[in-house]
């Protein structure tokens, strides 16, 4: 009963959390988006989606059990890949060939927001299976 009711309460939390952040970087993105520029503030755009879906999954997640375990466990390793094939669809993307310039930090935002939006959105996906 504890746990349902801590669990209620981190769920409120994080929808009011990813709420605001969405707000927010949609206001702060929307005039280098209109420019055609790349959006400085795309990782709290990510955030905000990240906590969208661990409000999602926090009943999932919270009670610490053997489930709750191996649908962390099996995100962390879709994780893995899907990192390795984000660095090698950047480099094509970016490298001496490739039609797009990114600064470094710029390929380290994108990086950080893949990895913020796969391991929830892994997750997402488990607890349907699992």
């Known amino acids: 009963m504890i746990g349902t009711k801590n669990s209620k309460q981190i769920r409120v939390a994080y929808l009011i959390v990813g709420t605001a952040l969405i707000g927010v970087s949609i206001y702060i993105n929307y005039p ?3 420019r055609g520029e790349f959006p400085d503030a795309l990782m709290q755009l990510a955030l ?3 906590m969208l879906m661990l409000a999602y999954l926090s009943p999932h997640l919270f ?3 053997e489930r709750s ?3 962390i466990g099996k ?3 879709i994780n893995h890949f899907v990192l390795f094939a984000s660095i090698a669809f950047l480099y094509l993307l970016t490298g ?3 039609p797009v310039t ?3 930090t710029q390929v380290l935002v994108v990086l950080f927001c893949v990895m ?3 391991i929830p959105g892994a997750m997402i996906v488990y607890t349907k299976l699992i």
């Open 48 to 50: 905000g989606i990240n």
């Open 96 to 98: 001496p060939l490739g």
């Open 32 to 34: 280098d988006l209109s």
């Open 69 to 71: 375990k191996a649908i």
């Open 116 to 118: 913020a939006l796969t």
């Open 63 to 65: 009670p610490r059990d």
């Open 102 to 104: 990114l600064s470094s």
């Open 75 to 77: 995100s962390m390793i």
